[in-house]
Nanobody
Framework: QVQLEESGGGVVHTGDSLTLTCVGS????????LAWFRQAPGQERLFIGT????????YYVDSVRGRFTISRDNTKNTVYLQMNSLKSEDTAVYYC??????????????????WGQGTQVTVSS
């Protein structure tokens, strides 16, 4: 199993950039597919994107594609979410998640086994 901890959230203005970091501990980080989710106030937790075990394949939802970048460094047990051109709609608690297998539920909460505690990102107008 793996433990995850996000950091890097904060308050920024529209158009700003921010990078979130998720650090894993436990067994080998390279054993896991990783994803980012976010949950806005009063809303359900939603999938943002995912990165493959070796970092070679990345997928993003339309709302963040072209603005957000997911990358990972398995030697540092770390996955990153680089966010550019932030909008007020990006305000949410951001979570990283890990899955030991990659299957049909990879866009859903149920596809992931391990979760961080979340970090708050607030984008003001």
């Amino acid at each position: 199993q793996v433990q995850l901890e996000e950091s890097g959230g904060g308050v920024v203005h529209t158009g700003d950039s921010l990078t979130l970091t998720c650090v894993g501990s436990g067994d080998a980080f390279s054993n896991y597919h990783l994803a980012w989710f976010r949950q806005a106030p009063g809303q359900e937790r939603l999938f943002i994107g995912t990165v493959s075990k070796a970092g070679g394949t990345v997928y993003y939802v339309d709302s963040v594609r072209g603005r957000f970048t997911i990358s990972r460094d398995n030697t540092k047990n770390t996955v990153y979410l680089q966010m550019n051109s932030l909008k007020s709609e990006d305000t949410a608690v951001y979570y990283c998640a890990a899955a030991s297998t990659f299957g049909g539920e990879w866009r859903s909460l149920s596809g992931y086994d391990y979760w961080g505690q979340g970090t708050q990102v607030t984008v003001s107008s």
